[in-house]
């Protein structure tokens, strides 16, 4: 099936050995209010992991774990007692009330030439790319794209990539501008952010789950980048899309700034260098449960300071594990 076009991901946050993080301040799709309902997740009996009579931690029923909630449901996919979510008779769901997991059948993410925001409709990986800002200044992606966010559609790549020719097309934004009107840094900085991010495992709009790469070393991409960027990975420790979401700082992913280049180039970072920014939960990276792929733009700021950022621009191409 095609994806839908509102799919929502993003909040804000060397040499070719690097490391990946979050951007604080990351949108959601499908809402934070959870599903269910009496009419909305299953029964007792349900067989797709979405309901059961007892379920109590936003999923599953009675020999399920993940899923959608039930009719005593205390947390996530709601239910006719459910005291958290949407909750209610009739429940509307969102992108809390649902989590699985899916080991890659490959370690290509993404080479984007099929021209579409979305990506492996049948595979794991399976997601979209979205880019998102706030603080004012310009963003631009694709001709779909309307600022501050949205989905972004692969372009035809310019420079074409001489180390790598047989790619046609590649995720393009940049911008510049954007300003904390807070002038902090750190977990204050959610006023002000841009982040570019593709998810690893959202079939839907409503659907939030995470990708076990524990057989890979990292991530790679080809690139030109441009401007203080930072790439980042999330997991259900640090994302706040998680279900159940563990975090109460979130954003604060693993990673690493970029080195700049205005030439085609091949980062590669591997997980056991990434690092956390420090404003959030710290916790331990885990390479099996991995949420996103994030390029985080940095955007300045002090106790006394708060200066907008100067001019960014990032290409993405053929990204992968390895």
């Not at 936003?58 to 996919?77: D, H």
């Not at 001709?143 to 790619?167: D, E, K, L, R």
């Not at 904390?180 to 939030?208: E, H, K, R, W």
Request: hydrophobic share 30%; charged share 10%; with cysteine.
């Amino acid at each position: 099936m095609k994806r839908k076009s509102h799919l929502i991901l993003a909040f804000l946050v060397c040499s070719c050995a690097l490391s990946l993080a979050c951007a604080s301040g990351e949108m959601v799709g499908g809402g934070d209010n959870g599903g269910g309902g009496s009419t909305g997740k299953g029964g007792s009996t349900s067989g797709t992991g979405r309901g059961g009579s007892t379920s109590t931690t936003g999923g599953g029923g009675t020999t399920f774990t993940t899923g959608g909630g039930g009719s005593t449901s205390t947390t996530g996919g709601g239910g006719t007692t459910s005291t958290t979510g949407s909750g209610g008779t009739t429940g509307t769901g969102g992108v809390t009330g649902f989590m699985m997991s899916c080991t890659p059948t490959a370690a290509l993410i993404s080479n984007m030439e099929d021209g579409n925001f979305y990506y492996n409709d049948l595979g794991c990986p399976d997601g979209s790319w979205y880019l998102a800002t706030a603080g004012g200044g310009t963003a631009t992606a694709n001709p779909g794209f309307t600022a501050p966010s949205g989905s972004v559609t692969p372009v035809a790549i310019s420079p074409a990539n001489a180390m790598n020719s047989a790619s046609t097309k590649g995720i393009h934004v940049s911008g510049s501008g954007q300003k904390d009107s807070l002038g902090t840094t750190g977990m204050n900085n959610y006023d002000a952010y841009v982040s570019l991010s593709v998810s690893l495992n959202q079939p839907s709009s409503t659907q939030a789950g995470y990708v076990i790469a524990s057989s890979y070393q990292g991530v790679q991409f080809w690139g030109m980048v441009t401007g203080p960027v930072r790439v980042q990975v999330s997991t259900t420790a640090t994302d706040q899309d998680a279900v159940p979401k563990t975090c109460t700082k979130c954003s604060d992913h693993f990673g690493a700034t970029l080195p700049a280049s205005t030439s085609w180039m091949l980062y590669k970072i591997p997980f056991s260098s990434l690092t956390q920014e420090g404003f959030g939960d710290p916790v331990t990276f885990s390479s099996a449960s991995v949420m996103k792929v994030l390029w985080k733009v940095l955007i300045p700021g002090t106790a006394t300071t708060n200066p907008a950022v100067g001019a960014w621009d990032i290409w993405v191409d053929d990204l992968s594990f390895y």
